[in-house]
């Protein structure tokens, strides 16, 4: 993405999609539930897809280069990009969206290309964006083409704004870092650990630490504890009959308030809405 000329192949997709003209097939789209033997297998497609992955990791090669995603991932593999995806050995079954999209008429006016793939992990804002485009692809009728045109335009512009954020140099953290926290916070979630413990997992001073998470990831290590709760949560409201209030108790949230409006800056919907599909 840091290619200009990939910036400009999402700037013509966002003209396409936003002047009304042109044409978009979604040839593939839903919301699948997966089983742990689940992968796709080597191949080059001639679509653009899209995963958005929740609960659990993905693993598999994207042009070669070996990937894992972690719950929360976003990734667009454009056409004609080879790639295999596979759930790791020993995971229970998981969701994640998908979409098989086609430009036809970007390449036909020889728009630019797109040639790589896009990641990005902690992509929870997605899924509302994701989840209203799934329900107006399904739905059909006369609206169907402009509103899905519509939620299409806000995933780019989403891909345009996190390519565009700058970030200072410096130290950054590694994925083993990242791992390390990761399994650290996992089995702490409800005592609430503060970046203080975060920062001496890796041997670093508090204030140290915060900038260069903050610089490495985009997010302070505050609101990516809170993301890792708001995620855990969300699987088992999807997986449990546990109430709210019991979910929120169990990752250290005396007030189901607050863990709730926690919930919504994640996820962008209540825990009740999101448990009833809505």
């Not at 297998?41 to 993905?58: A, K, N, P, W």
């Not at 090669?61 to 990937?67: A, D, L, R, Y």
Request: charged share 25%; aromatic share 10%; net charge positive.
């Amino acid at each position: 993405m840091k290619n200009p000329s990939d910036l400009a192949a999402v700037e013509a997709l966002l003209e396409i999609l936003e002047s009304r003209v042109g044409e978009i097939c979604v040839s593939i789209h839903g919301r699948d539930r997966i089983r742990p033997d689940w992968h796709t297998g080597e191949r080059v497609l001639s679509e653009h897809t899209f995963y958005f992955i929740l609960d659990r990791e993905m693993g598999g090669q994207i042009s070669g280069e070996k990937v894992l995603l972690p719950a929360g991932s976003f990734v667009w593999i454009p056409s004609g990009v080879p790639h295999s995806l596979r759930v790791p050995p020993g995971h229970r079954p998981f969701s994640f969206y998908y979409f098989r999209v086609a430009f036809p008429d970007a390449a036909a006016a020889g728009f630019p290309v797109w040639t790589r793939a896009f990641r990005e992990e902690r992509s929870w804002e997605l899924e509302p964006i994701l989840g209203r485009l799934l329900s107006v692809l399904r739905a059909g009728g006369a609206r169907r083409e402009r509103q899905a045109r519509h939620h299409f335009a806000l995933l780019l512009l989403w891909i345009l704004e996190r390519k565009n954020a700058t970030r200072g140099g410096g130290r950054l953290l590694t994925a083993f870092d990242r791992d390390l926290l990761g399994k650290h916070l996992e089995g702490r979630m409800h005592l609430r650990p503060t970046p203080a413990t975060l920062a001496a997992v890796l041997g670093l001073t508090p204030d140290y630490f915060t900038r260069v998470f903050t610089r490495s990831f985009g997010i302070s290590p505050k609101r990516w504890m809170v993301e890792e709760r708001m995620r855990v949560a969300a699987a088992r409201l999807r997986e449990t009959p546990d109430s709210v209030g019991r979910i929120a108790e169990s990752l250290g949230y005396p007030d189901v308030f607050l863990f709730s409006r926690q919930f919504r800056s994640v996820m962008g919907r209540s825990p009740r809405a999101l448990r009833s599909g809505r």
